[in-house]
């Protein structure tokens, strides 16, 4: 094998100006995910918005329809992912890893989610974008009849999430924390 063989490289060993310049958009879209990190109110309304615009599209266009149902279910196995905790309390053992604090007097462990808030709303917002995209081909547009697909999914939502919130009262965990716990100096 030659040395300008490698993927990205051209016949002097050198960098391609094709591989350059994908490197370099992805040096800037990570840069701009880093600065974006600490407001999660913005990116979070700006996934809203962006939201908001595939369902106009969707709705003045009048297709597209499974493209919406993919997008959704892919949404929901997000939210049930950002809901559960990394390690799973069921099959876990009694004495075998890190468990919740079942009563008063245990240490505090925070709950750690198996998908992070970053992660999350990127995945989001991802799927939304493709899903946007995939709505400029008409080879995506299968008819179908929206509403049985409408109702299906509130049925597999309503399953789903009832599991999901018996499992959160079995191993009794909240995903949600309010921070570190404060108290009232006396005087």
């Not at 908001?52 to 149902?69: D, E, F, K, P, S």
């Amino acid at each position: 094998m030659s040395e300008g063989d490698s993927a990205g490289e051209s016949i002097h060993g050198k960098p391609s100006v094709v591989a350059t310049f994908f490197t370099r958009v992805g040096q800037i879209y990570q840069s701009w995910l880093d600065k974006s990190t600490p407001y999660s109110a913005v990116r979070w309304a700006s996934t809203l918005l962006l939201t908001a615009l595939y369902m106009i599209r969707v709705y003045i266009l009048q297709g597209w329809y499974i493209v919406t149902y993919a997008l959704g279910i892919y949404h929901l196995n997000l939210f049930i992912a950002f809901l559960s905790p990394k390690v799973d309390p069921s099959l876990l053992d009694e004495d075998e890893g890190p468990a919740l604090p079942t009563k008063q007097n245990e240490e505090f462990r925070p709950f750690i989610r198996r998908l992070p808030e970053f992660k999350f709303w990127h995945s989001a917002t991802k799927g939304i974008v493709i899903a946007m995209i995939c709505t400029f081909f008409e080879a995506f547009n299968v008819p179908v009849f929206w509403p049985i697909l409408v109702l299906y999914f509130i049925m597999l939502f309503c399953i789903t999430m009832k599991r999901q919130i018996k499992h959160m009262i079995k191993y009794r965990y909240l995903p949600f924390t309010h921070g570190k716990r404060t108290y009232k100096e006396e005087t």
